[in-house]
């Protein structure tokens, strides 16, 4: 049993502390947040993550998870300190670093013996340094420290499966107490365990994350071949995915990518490396057919309503992936808005992200389920790739749709089946 704090109770902070604790270790949960660190000890989480409520109840019950607003607190019941605060993105993409400075000096502060700090957070190459001279700025003369990077990859929706069991656990790390202090952490989970240096574990970090979306993007470039020339996109996919060099995930062609991670990372990554006097081409192609993605989703709709404006428009999905509730950079609510501005109604459902959704998004009808959502509407558009939406009753669907149109955002009916049923359906990339 180790003693951890992990300073930051957002979605990485929360899924990391809750994990450490299920497998056996004493950790205290830091957070700034008076409000959620009170409703946190009443074991309600902010966030909707499956099965992460029932984790932190278990393991506050068991006394192994306990939370605080003090980094005093934190620092002294613990050994690692897992710094897991946001890192938001400044004009031109550059990540806000202020929150882990202020969070280096404010451990430094309090440190009285050894202390191991490890960066979880998504950095850009070099912030160990910086933290490294914060800390050694502000320390007391005895109290010893090291530092490391430990980037974490989970995705958010299967978070505590990701964490549980991850292909590999990059730890970037110098001294080798810490090393050793990290490997007994990490000894209860069973994954390969990639040391390197410091500098190299933040760029793995930021690599996978513009990997994956590059995937993505590359998949939807060739979503418009296929659109373009009549070959299809699944099958495609499907043929190129089997090359193990290439590999079958993150080749589904979509809508565009979202959430606070592939967007964010990737202008991130893309100003680090103009810093480092590197023009990053396959990076900024890969954002821009993301964005162009978006537009070409609205043109697709634009061609099968032909005119949107005074149209009512269901649209299913408001969360940027399915299992989650965050709309942060959700491709749905750009489409929504673009929609909005071409004079669209909108109605819409999601199984989780409404609440969220609503606090950003007006004027919009939002509905009790997708039926609701669907009734008198002149399309239907989806957005989201939530299981129960592949599960709809098209009958029904066709009979409460005015006009029996479907765009489909996420390739997720079979186009031949949907011509039976009588449906004018698109997707992307597909031609029935
Ligand atoms: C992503 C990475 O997958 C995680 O490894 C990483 O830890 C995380 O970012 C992070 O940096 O915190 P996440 O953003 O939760 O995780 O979600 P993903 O499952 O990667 O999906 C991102 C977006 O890509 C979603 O909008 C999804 O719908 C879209 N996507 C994904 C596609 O359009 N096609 C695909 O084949 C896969």
């Known amino acids: 049993m180790e003693k951890i704090a992990v300073i930051g109770s957002g979605y990485v902070g929360l899924v990391t502390g809750a994990c450490f604790a299920e497998i056996g ?35 506050v019950k068991r006394k192994r998870l306990i939370f605080s607003d003090s980094i ?66 502000f320390k007391k003369k ?19 499966d990701d964490f549980m069991h991850p292909d590999r656990i990059i730890i970037g790390v110098e001294a080798k107490k810490a090393r050793e202090l990290l490997s007994r952490i990490y000894k209860p989970i069973k994954a390969r365990i990639v040391f390197t240096d410091v500098k190299s574990a933040e760029l793995i970090k930021h690599a996978s994350n ?61 100003n680090i490396c103009e810093r480092l006097g590197y023009n990053p081409e396959l990076l900024k192609a890969t954002a821009k057919v993301n964005e162009q993605q978006k537009e070409f989703f609205f043109r697709k709709i634009k061609k099968a309503l ?25 491709p749905a609510i750009d489409i929504i808005r673009m929609l909005k501005k071409a004079g669209a109604k909108i109605a819409t459902f999601d199984p989780r992200a409404m609440e969220k959704a609503k606090r950003e998004l007006s004027g919009v009808d939002y509905c009790d ?26 009958k029904r669907v066709k009979r409460l ?20 049923l009588g449906f004018q359906y698109s997707s992307i990339g597909r031609n029935a």
């Open 401 to 420: 749709l005015k006009r029996p149109i479907i765009v489909d955002g996420r390739n997720m009916f079979d186009p031949v089946n949907m011509k039976r």
């Open 210 to 270: 513009s990997f994956l979306a590059m995937k993505i993007s590359f998949i939807n470039s060739l979503s418009r071949i296929c659109d373009a020339s009549g070959a299809d996109i699944d099958k495609v996919a499907q043929g190129l995915g089997m090359d193990k060099r290439i590999g079958k995930d993150f080749l589904k062609a979509s809508l565009g990518y979202g959430g606070f991670c592939f967007p964010k990372d990737l202008a991130a990554f893309i």
């Open 72 to 137: 005093k607190e934190g620092v002294e019941n613990s050994k690692a300190i897992f710094i897991a605060v946001g890192t938001p993105p400044k004009a031109k993409g550059e990540a806000d670093l202020s929150a882990i400075e202020d969070v280096a000096e404010e451990i430094a502060k309090y440190m009285n013996s050894y202390r191991l700090i490890i960066q979880k957070s998504t950095v850009p190459i070099a912030t160990g340094d910086w933290v490294e001279s914060t800390v050694r700025m």
């Open 306 to 330: 032909w005119n949107i404006s005074g149209k009512r428009i269901a649209v299913l999905g408001l969360s940027f992936k399915p299992n989650t509730d965050d709309i942060r950079l959700s």
């Open 369 to 394: 389920n997708a039926y609701d959502a669907i009734t008198g509407a002149d399309c239907l558009v989806l957005a989201t790739d939530w299981p129960q939406f592949s599960r709809l009753d098209l």
């Open 25 to 59: 270790h004493q950790v205290i949960c830091v957070d700034n947040n008076k409000d959620k660190v009170a409703a946190l000890k009443q074991g309600n989480v902010p966030i909707y993550e499956p099965g992460l409520s029932q984790l932190v109840l278990k393991n």
């Open 142 to 160: 005895h109290a010893k420290f090291d530092i490391a990077s430990n980037p974490e990859f989970l995705r958010e929706g299967s978070a505590i």
